[in-house]
């Protein structure tokens, strides 16, 4: 009897696995019909679907999170978190479960619980940090925008004087065939109605931003491409309204910015040959590129490919518009979406346009000029845009051509030629034929610089040549002539933890390929005093190039005798034999080592 049990048991088991499998089957296959119908945008179908297959296999987590989402798409918020809670009960750690839990409690206007589910994707996987902080902030704008609407209804219902002229104007505005100068009027009485963010939310809730598509005589006026005076006056006020509105408030911004007529003529603005809406349109953008969430959506939902171009050719105004541009370009290239736009027109139109103004340093707005060139060095992180610029004669020839003019007054270009000496060191992070040319020039003009007052340009100057000299041997015969072993062991003994290490790695630069440098510096640095202090830095870099140059140096007579005094030997032993995470430390100790004692047998 007990056998037969037993073998009951077997067979129920094996029977329900079968029976599971075939089960899992037609789930699976209810959930790709339940996919498709959502594709389809046939959520009721989906719906459908999805509940079949959840009769077929009760702890399919999947067809929960995707009814889940079906019901988000049909607006039944409460049956979507039942969902997600039974996902949650399938498996604890699904996080496509909190994020669709996460958007219903936020369109129930549940906030603490909406947060409460992004914390919990936090939680699980860090990784989605990103996320979480979007979808955060998400929240935290819909919560603001909530409390907004909701004081600005009751000063509505108290009858407050201010809410009741910002509905009144709006209606005046909305009178079709009026004069334009009744609507400029009407514009300017408005700007000056919205101070604080009450009057902004009343702006928003009566529908102040359909005043472009609700009134043809405004929207004509707005996007004409050439435009009267009367038009252009117009176009400042709304610009000017615009402002008053989105000041701050996040959610007024995001409304502008989807606005189908102000997101395609944001450029044509910006290009407009009136100066008045240039500045102004500047100053609305401004307020877009501020916030990271609203310029994310900027970059998101614009074609931005010619921005750089045109908001780099404001850098010949003198007046507060270039200064205006330069900040949205800095704000901008902190995104990589927008990096990765300025590739399209960077060879043919943005790097022609940019040598032109490196060349005309003395004939336009150079503090912006030195904030343009940084920006150009901010785009160098993408990869494509550095190597692009690091093969454009034209840009290198205008970069010497600056740097030669700038460095006859130092004092008064100072800002150009830092920003320009920074764009040169990230440019120099390519290895091109171009970069060749150019090398005894840059390296020439970087020893000019050497006795700068200005501490950041010596040291800019020193990068330079740290990167420049290994792409050309004549350059480094010509520093070298020029007295660079010298110049750069002052340096060493000025101490600055940056400088030492671009003047270190233009020792051992020189020290590699010219005998005449490895004699400089045993004349210039007695018994290596400089050089040995650095071989206890704590950066592995100036380490690593420390016993690099004193390895090279000891082929010099006399060398290796004047260091039997030291503690040299057990220094680079201590190098050789640890574990620092550059592996050039123990490798060019080692080697300094077995120089050290072939060059002198004592050791």
């Known amino acids: 009897h007990k056998d037969g049990f037993l073998a009951m048991l077997e067979k129920d088991a094996k029977e329900r696995a079968e029976r599971r499998k075939r089960n899992e089957?037609?789930?699976?296959?209810?959930?790709?019909?339940?996919?498709?119908?959502?594709?389809?945008?046939?959520?009721?179908?989906?719906?459908q679907r999805y509940t079949e297959g959840l009769e077929k296999l009760k702890d399919k987590q999947e067809l929960y999170t995707n009814r889940a989402q079906a019901y988000l798409k049909m607006h039944e918020?409460?049956?979507?978190?039942?969902?997600?809670?039974?996902?949650?009960?399938?498996?604890?750690?699904?996080?496509?479960?909190?994020?669709?839990?996460?958007?219903?409690?936020?369109?129930?206007?549940?906030?603490?619980?909406?947060?409460?589910?992004?914390?919990?994707?936090?939680?699980?996987?860090?990784?989605?940090?990103?996320?979480?902080?979007?979808?955060?902030?998400?929240?935290?704008?819909?919560?603001?925008?909530?409390?907004d609407e909701e004081r600005a209804m009751k000063e509505v219902q108290l009858g407050k004087l201010t809410a009741l002229s910002i509905k009144e104007l709006l209606q005046r505005l909305d009178r079709p065939d009026q004069n334009i100068l009744y609507y400029v009027g009407g514009v300017r009485l408005l700007t000056g109605a919205v101070r604080d963010r009450t009057e902004q939310t009343l702006f928003r809730t009566n529908n102040g931003f359909s005043i472009l598509k609700d009134n043809e005589i405004v929207r004509r006026s707005f996007c004409a491409e050439r435009k009267n005076t009367a038009e252009v006056d117009l176009c400042v006020s709304l610009l000017h309204l615009w402002q008053a509105v989105c000041a701050g408030n996040e959610e007024n911004q995001h409304l502008l910015l989807t606005h189908p007529d102000v997101n395609t003529q944001l450029l044509q603005l910006l290009s407009s040959e009136i100066s008045e809406i240039q500045k102004e349109t500047l100053a609305l953008i401004s307020l877009f590129t501020e916030n990271e969430n609203v310029r994310r959506q900027l970059v998101r939902h614009q074609d931005l490919t010619r921005w750089l171009q045109v908001l780099m050719g404001f850098?010949?105004?003198?007046?507060?518009?270039?200064?205006?541009?330069?900040?949205?370009?800095?704000?901008?290239?902190?995104?990589?979406?927008?990096?990765?736009?300025?590739?399209v027109l960077l060879s043919t139109d943005v790097l022609p346009l940019f040598a032109q103004l490196l060349n005309s340093v003395k004939l336009v707005n150079q503090a912006a000029l030195a904030r343009c060139i940084g920006v150009m060095g901010n785009l160098c992180a993408d990869i494509v845009i550095r190597a692009r610029m690091a093969e454009c004669r034209e840009c290198w020839q205008a970069c010497v051509k600056l740097v030669d003019a700038c460095s006859v007054s130092t004092a008064k270009y100072q800002e150009c030629l830092c920003a320009v000496l920074g764009l040169m060191m990230n440019l120099l992070l390519e290895s091109n034929v171009i970069i060749q040319d150019f090398a005894v020039d840059i390296s020439g003009l970087c020893m000019s610089l050497l006795g700068d007052k200005d501490g950041r340009i010596v040291t800019r100057a020193i990068g330079v040549l740290s990167r420049i000299l290994p792409a050309s041997s004549s350059a480094v015969d010509e520093v070298v002539k020029g007295g660079i072993v010298k110049k750069m062991i002052k340096f060493l003994k000025?101490?600055?933890?940056?400088?030492?290490?671009?003047?270190?790695?233009?020792?051992?630069?020189?020290?590699?390929?010219?005998?005449?440098?490895?004699?400089?510096?045993?004349?210039?640095?007695?018994?290596?005093?400089?050089?040995?202090?650095?071989?206890?830095?704590?950066?592995?870099?100036?380490?690593?190039?420390?016993?690099?140059?004193?390895?090279?140096?000891?082929?010099?007579?006399?060398?290796?005798?004047?260091?039997?005094?030291?503690?040299?030997?057990?220094?680079?032993?201590?190098?050789?034999?640890?574990?620092?995470?550059?592996?050039?430390?123990?490798?060019?100790?080692?080697?300094?080592?077995?120089?050290?004692?072939?060059?002198?047998?004592?050791?």
Not at 25 to 47: C, H, M, P, S, T
Not at 317 to 334: E, G, K, V, Y
Request: with cysteine; hydrophobic share 35%.
């Open 25 to 47: 089957q037609l789930a699976n296959a209810l959930k790709e019909k339940g996919n498709d119908a959502f594709r389809k945008g046939d959520y009721v179908g989906a719906i």
């Open 77 to 147: 918020y409460e049956k979507a978190i039942g969902d997600c809670e039974w996902a949650l009960k399938c498996n604890r750690k699904c996080i496509k479960a909190y994020f669709l839990m996460g958007k219903a409690h936020l369109a129930l206007q549940h906030y603490s619980e909406s947060r409460q589910c992004y914390e919990k994707i936090l939680e699980i996987d860090p990784q989605k940090e990103g996320l979480c902080k979007n979808c955060m902030s998400e929240v935290n704008m819909e919560e603001e925008r909530m409390k």
């Open 315 to 343: 850098v010949n105004s003198t007046d507060a518009r270039a200064s205006s541009a330069m900040s949205i370009l800095s704000d901008l290239t902190q995104e990589e979406r927008f990096r990765t736009q300025c590739r």
């Open 494 to 603: 000025a101490g600055g933890e940056i400088t030492s290490n671009y003047a270190l790695k233009t020792l051992s630069v020189c020290t590699r390929s010219s005998r005449q440098a490895q004699e400089d510096l045993v004349k210039s640095d007695k018994r290596f005093s400089v050089v040995l202090k650095l071989l206890e830095s704590e950066n592995e870099m100036i380490v690593g190039n420390a016993a690099f140059c004193i390895g090279q140096c000891l082929a010099v007579p006399g060398a290796a005798t004047s260091l039997l005094d030291s503690n040299i030997v057990m220094i680079l032993l201590k190098h050789a034999g640890g574990d620092a995470t550059r592996t050039s430390v123990q490798e060019n100790a080692a080697i300094a080592l077995g120089k050290l004692c072939t060059a002198e047998p004592r050791y």
